[in-house]
Antibody, heavy 120, light 110 residues
Framework: EVQVVESGGGLVKPGGSLRLSCAAS????????MVWVRQAPGKGLDYVSS????????FYADSVRGRFSISRDNAKNSLYLQMNGLRAEDTAVYYC?????????????WGEGTTVTVSS | QSVLTQPPSVSAAPGQKVTISCSGS????????VCWYQQLPGTAPKLLIY???KRPSGIPDRFSGSKSGTSATLGITGLQTGDEADYYC???????????FGGGTKLTVL
């Protein structure tokens, strides 16, 4: 079964750090780009970051650039998101997703999400 | 403020048809493929449409997508109560070098 499973969420104080992980299974992880998308409580989807299949290319939303870092370990079928300098507005459910294999930018496999709460 | 503009809500009766619009610009919809997601209450999003009008395996043909210029439209026919959900459009923005989403549209099946 093709799936991605996020972990690493939790409660952190403003200014703190957290590292999210995403474990992929059921597909050739190294062949796909991957993405992090978040959703604040009661709000819509919000792109965070994406990474190419080989890890050479990374992209970030303006709101997280310089604070968050995306990476992957193809040998471990894992995606990561290192989050530093966390702010209250980073509170959200963070979804890991597999980039589609077609020409467009889309997520064809979503995880169930991991919750990050930034509060003192 | 989302880069892509969607109506906050739409509604229609069971069995009827509804369309959801998504408006952008030349840096996003105008020059890139559009996708659509369905998010049922309390669940993760699910891909409905990719590359403007293609349906992943398992998505019924009641769902359709189209694009014209800098706008895209999701169509749903034969509405069912199970279609009640939030729907999001998405694409790549070449100016931002980032994925962008619409603000989401809540569908109510009356």
């Amino acid at each position: 079964e093709v799936q991605v499973v996020e972990s690493g969420g939790g409660l952190v104080k403003p200014g703190g750090s957290l590292r999210l992980s995403c474990a992929a299974s059921g597909f050739t992880f190294s062949s796909y780009s991957m993405v992090w998308v978040r959703q604040a409580p009661g709000k819509g989807l919000d792109y965070v970051s994406s990474i190419s299949s080989g890890g050479s290319y990374t992209f970030y939303a303006d709101s997280v650039r310089g604070r968050f870092s995306i990476s992957r370990d193809n040998a471990k079928n894992s995606l990561y998101l290192q989050m530093n300098g966390l702010r209250a507005e980073d509170t959200a459910v963070y979804y890991c997703g597999r980039g589609g294999s077609g020409s467009g930018s889309y997520v064809d496999v979503w995880g169930e999400g991991t919750t990050v709460t930034v509060s003192s | 403020q989302s880069v892509l503009t969607q109506p906050p809500s739409v509604s229609a009766a069971p069995g009827q048809k509804v369309t959801i619009s998504c408006s952008g610009s030349s840096s996003n919809i105008g020059n890139n493929y559009v996708c659509w997601y369905q998010q049922l209450p309390g669940t993760a999003p699910k891909l409905l449409i990719y590359e403007n009008n293609k349906r992943p395996s398992g998505i019924p043909d009641r769902f359709s997508g189209s694009k014209s210029g800098t706008s895209a439209t999701l169509g749903i026919t034969g509405l069912q109560t199970g279609d009640e959900a939030d729907y999001y459009c998405g694409t790549w923005d070449s100016s931002l070098s980032a994925w962008v989403f619409g603000g989401g549209t809540k569908l109510t099946v009356l």
